[in-house]
């Protein structure tokens, strides 16, 4: 089986199969990843997102040099088409039925699947298994964008401390730094927003 750098190459030359096994190795990780990042899409925002980040993915390969696995590279680009499109869902429509996501049919254009997210206990999973996994959607917005991609990457791509390091370019002991300070802002974003509430505390071991 080719290496991902020997896949890209063949990509960049514009071989159409390499793009097809580009699309089929790493499309359900992008639905996946898109569907953590904002849980109350339909399957149909999540399809939409995904085609716009491999669109994305077509336009600029070139840009990628391959300092970080191509999948955290995709994961920074499913975080912002992710955005993108809630705040245009959100400025143009209000209210209205959704169709509700199927996580098991195929899409029928592209005959693939959104692989949904595991439901076995992943690093971390306080975070994702939280009931107030909506509260800290919102919170996220209002943190810094730096801060706010530190955690998508780290939470919700699930990407390691070294492949953190790899890809923002800061060496481990920085991410951790960097990443408990975004945690403690995200923490104190939460605690306001639940300020008039008493149904338990947010949790502050998530590192």
């Known amino acids: ?15 159409a199969e390499a793009w097809d096994e580009l699309f089929d190795r790493h499309y359900a ?22 085609q716009e980040v491999f669109l994305s993915v077509i336009r600029n390969l070139s840009s ?5 696995q191509f999948q955290t590279w995709l994961f920074r680009i499913a975080a912002n088409k992710a955005r993108d499109y809630r705040e245009r869902q ?10 509700p996501l199927s996580l098991s049919a195929e899409d029928p254009e592209t005959g693939l699947t959104i692989d949904p997210p595991s439901g076995l206990p992943a690093p ?5 298994n939280l009931e107030k996994i909506e509260l800290v959607r919102e919170a996220l917005d209002q943190v810094d964008e730096p801060c706010r991609e530190i955690i998508e990457l780290r939470y919700f ?3 390691s401390y070294e492949e953190l390091s790899c890809e ?40």
């Open 1 to 15: 089986m080719e290496t991902e750098a020997q896949l890209l190459a063949r990509c960049r030359r514009g071989v």
């Open 29 to 50: 990780a992008a639905g996946r990843f898109v569907f953590q990042l904002a849980s109350d899409f339909t399957r149909e925002d999540v399809e939409e997102v995904c």
């Open 64 to 68: 990628f040099q391959g300092g970080s």
């Open 90 to 99: 959100h400025a143009a429509k209000r209210g209205g039925g959704q169709t």
């Open 124 to 128: 971390d999973a306080e975070l994702m």
């Open 157 to 159: 791509g699930d990407l």
């Open 168 to 207: 923002l370019k800061l060496n481990p002991k920085t991410v951790s730094s960097r990443l408990s300070k975004c945690l403690d802002r995200l923490e104190a974003i939460a605690r306001k927003m639940i300020s008039r509430e008493k149904s338990g505390d947010f949790p502050s071991n998530l590192r």
